[in-house]
C-alpha cells in the first residue's frame, strides 16, 4: 500500500504510514466523530487545569508585587537603625575613631546595594511571574481557540453524519423501490414470455393441423378392421378372444364363401369375436388417414413366420393359447382343414415394432388365413 503523503511502501491492511505518519485507510465518520468527542473532553479538562494554573501564577504575582514592597520597606526602616547606630558610636568614641561621613557613606552604600540587591530580585521574580503568567494566558486562549474549533469540527462532523443517514435512508427506500421494480420487470417480462409462448403454440397448432391434413402419417395411430372399422383395445370385454379371419383368394376361389360363412358362424357360437377382412393401422387426423405400418391379411403366412409360410395358416400371439388355437382349427375345419404344421406362435416381444404397435392397438389374439 502506497502512502498518498510521501509515497513510501506500507503493509496492506495498515492504518498510518510508518514513515510520515500519515492516515493511509480513511475513517469512518462515526469514529471520527467520537475521536472528536474525546479530544473536545481533554481539551476541557486542560482548560480546567490552565485556567488554575493562571489563579496560581496571578497570587503568586501578586505575592511577589508585595514582596517587592515589604523588602524595600523592611531594608529602608532596617538602614535607619544602622545609620543611628554608627552616629551613636562615633559620638561616644569621638570622631577620631569614628568618621561620621565615611560611617554615613558607608551605610548609605551598604544600605543601597542591599535594597538595590533586594529589587532587582523581586524585578526579576515580578517579571518571571507575568511572563508565565501571560504564557499561562495565552495557552488558555490556544486551549479555548482549537476547543473551539474542534467544536466547531464536530458539529460539522455530526451534521454530516446526520446526512449521511438521511442519504442512506433515501438509498434504501430507493433500493426498495429499484428491486420492486426489477420484480414488476420481471414479472411482465415472464408474462411478455408466456404470452409469446402462447402465441407461437397458437402458430405452431396451425401449422401442426395443415402439415397433418396433407401428410396424416404425423396423426393419431389406431388399428382399423374391415368390418368392424376403429378398434379399441380398452373396450375389449375381459376373457373375450379377438380372430381375425381372412381369405387368400385369387382367380379361383379356393374357399366357398357359404363354407367361410359357416367358419364364422361357428367361431362366434362359440363365444369368439370374428373381424372378417384385413386389420390394419391407420394414422389418422381430423381431415384425413393413411394406412402405416403392418397389416394382419391374406399374405401374413408369409410375412410375420419365418421362415415363410403358405396359406392356410394360424397366427396366436399368447402362449396360453395354444389350446384355443387347436379349438379354432377345428371350428373352421368346416370351410378348410388347416394342418397342425401350419399353426404358429409368435412371440410379440421378437417381433418388429410396427408389428408391436398393430398388436397392441387391434388386441388380436389370433389370425386365421384359409384360401389357395
Given at each position: 500500500?502506497l ?45 480546567n ?66 535594597l ?7 524585578l ?6 507575568r511572563?508565565?503568567?501571560?504564557t ?20 460539522q ?62 396423426g ?17 370385454p375381459?376373457?373375450t ?6 381369405l ?24 369368439f ?24 391379411d ?52 421378437k ?22
Amino acid at each position: 500500500m502506497l502512502c498518498q503523503n510521501c509515497s513510501s511502501g506500507n503493509p496492506d491492511g495498515q492504518a498510518f504510514c510508518g514513515k510520515c505518519g500519515h492516515r493511509l485507510i480513511a475513517e469512518a465518520i462515526g469514529s471520527l466523530s467520537e475521536r472528536l468527542a474525546r479530544i473536545e473532553q481533554q481539551l476541557a479538562a486542560s482548560q480546567n487545569k490552565v485556567s488554575q494554573q493562571n489563579l496560581e501564577l496571578e497570587t503568586a504575582a501578586n505575592a511577589m508585587d508585595r514582596v517587592k514592597k515589604w523588602t524595600t520597606l523592611f531594608l529602608y526602616f532596617a538602614g535607619i537603625p544602622v545609620a543611628i547606630g554608627a552616629l551613636v558610636l562615633a559620638l561616644m568614641f569621638g570622631k577620631g575613631t569614628f568618621d561620621l561621613h565615611s560611617i554615613a557613606v558607608n551605610a548609605k552604600t551598604s544600605v543601597n546595594g542591599v535594597l538595590e540587591q533586594a529589587r532587582t530580585e523581586a524585578l526579576n521574580a515580578e517579571s518571571t511571574a507575568r511572563g508565565a503568567l501571560d504564557t499561562s494566558k495565552q495557552v488558555d486562549a490556544n486551549i479555548k481557540a482549537t476547543q473551539q474549533a474542534v467544536s466547531g469540527l464536530k458539529n460539522q462532523v455530526d451534521a454530516r453524519s446526520a446526512d449521511v443517514q438521511n442519504l442512506s435512508a433515501q438509498l434504501d427506500t430507493s433500493r426498495r423501490q429499484l428491486d420492486a421494480l426489477a420484480t414488476k420487470v420481471t414479472a411482465q417480462e415472464a408474462q411478455f414470455a408466456h404470452m409469446t409462448e402462447q402465441v407461437k403454440a397458437v402458430q405452431t397448432a396451425k401449422g401442426v393441423e395443415d402439415i397433418q391434413t396433407i401428410y396424416p402419417i404425423f396423426g393419431k395411430r389406431i388399428a382399423r378392421s374391415a368390418t368392424r372399422g376403429y378398434v379399441n383395445p380398452k373396450e375389449k370385454p375381459p376373457g373375450t378372444l379377438y380372430v381375425a379371419l381372412d381369405l387368400f383368394l385369387r382367380h379361383t376361389p379356393t374357399v366357398s364363401d357359404v363354407k367361410a360363412g359357416d367358419a364364422v358362424a361357428a367361431l362366434r357360437d362359440h363365444k369368439f369375436t370374428v373381424m372378417v377382412g384385413p386389420v390394419y393401422m391407420e394414422a389418422r387426423t381430423a381431415n384425413s388417414s393413411q394406412n402405416v405400418g403392418m397389416d394382419l391379411d391374406d399374405s401374413s403366412c408369409s410375412s410375420w413366420v419365418k421362415p415363410a409360410a403358405q396359406p392356410p395358416c394360424i397366427l396366436y400371439f399368447r402362449a396360453s393359447l395354444k389350446d384355443s388355437a387347436i379349438e379354432v382349427r377345428n371350428l373352421v375345419k368346416v370351410a378348410q382343414d388347416i394342418p397342425n404344421d401350419r399353426i404358429f406362435y409368435l412371440d410379440p416381444a421378437k417381433l418388429d415394432t410396427d408389428q408391436q404397435e398393430l398388436l397392441n392397438l387391434s388386441a388380436i389374439d389370433f389370425l386365421v388365413v384359409l384360401g389357395q
